[in-house]
T-cell receptor
């Protein structure tokens, strides 16, 4: 299956700053999901945006989706040390399978 | 809270051994998945199941088989372990009906398997 791609591969910012991660994919999708993985809690679902939505918010998270450009972005505002993790976008294709990229490694510096 | 458990966090096996990885979920999910995760490659789907005794191949099924005898349990079997199967194995589950959920997947903590 075709992979989604996250950009950048790694991101290091100061605590309190905003972090933006981007995702591109190649196929038509039903929805697009973002997940976070850290050593403490494993891989956890963060937010889902449907193909007919353009923007979605959840707490400090803001996700956008542009199906014409086959891209999505995840914004984390007012970052905290606990946000240090790898972030994966996972578009869901027409067969209801998630397409995974290699992730963005986010480091929040105190 | 949904809970997905995996039988072992760490496992060391020898080349040629038969390896069983067990996964149990407590949310009555129809769908269950097995992935492997390797650095720089993200998650790759090995097998998935939409119902009891049902299985479908994912992207990399070679060298693996699965068993789903009960709805809550999905087992991954390495018939003859090889060193290139050294990896992190993640189990996940989800609802099948979008009316019940949104197809988000819930993951277990993972099993780090080393084959020597």
């Amino acid at each position: 299956s075709q992979q989604g791609e996250e950009d950048p591969q790694a991101l290091s910012i100061q605590e309190g700053e905003n972090a933006t991660m981007n995702c591109s994919y190649k196929t038509s999708i039903n929805n697009l999901q973002w997940y976070r993985q850290n050593s403490g809690r494993g891989l956890v679902h963060l937010i889902l945006i449907r193909s007919n939505e353009r923007e979605k918010h959840s707490g400090r998270l803001r996700v956008t989706l542009d199906t014409s450009k086959k891209s999505s972005s995840l914004l984390i505002t007012a970052s905290r040390a606990a946000d240090t993790a790898s972030y994966f976008c996972a578009p869901m294709d027409s067969n209801y399978q998630l397409i995974w990229g290699a992730g963005t490694k986010l480091i929040i510096k105190p | 809270d949904v809970k997905v458990t995996q039988s072992s966090r760490y496992l060391v096996k020898r080349t040629g051994e038969k390896v069983f990885l067990e996964c149990v979920q407590d949310m009555d999910h129809e769908n269950m998945f097995w992935y492997r995760q390797d650095p720089g490659l993200g998650l790759r789907l090995i097998y998935f199941s939409y119902d009891v005794k049902m299985k479908e191949k994912g992207d990399i099924p070679e060298g693996y088989s699965v068993s789903r005898e009960k709805k809550e349990r999905f087992s991954l079997i390495l018939e003859s372990a090889s060193t290139n199967q050294t990896s992190m194995y993640l189990c996940a589950s989800s609802f099948a009906d979008p009316g019940q959920g949104t197809y988000e997947q819930y993951f277990g903590p993972g099993t780090r398997l080393t084959v020597t």
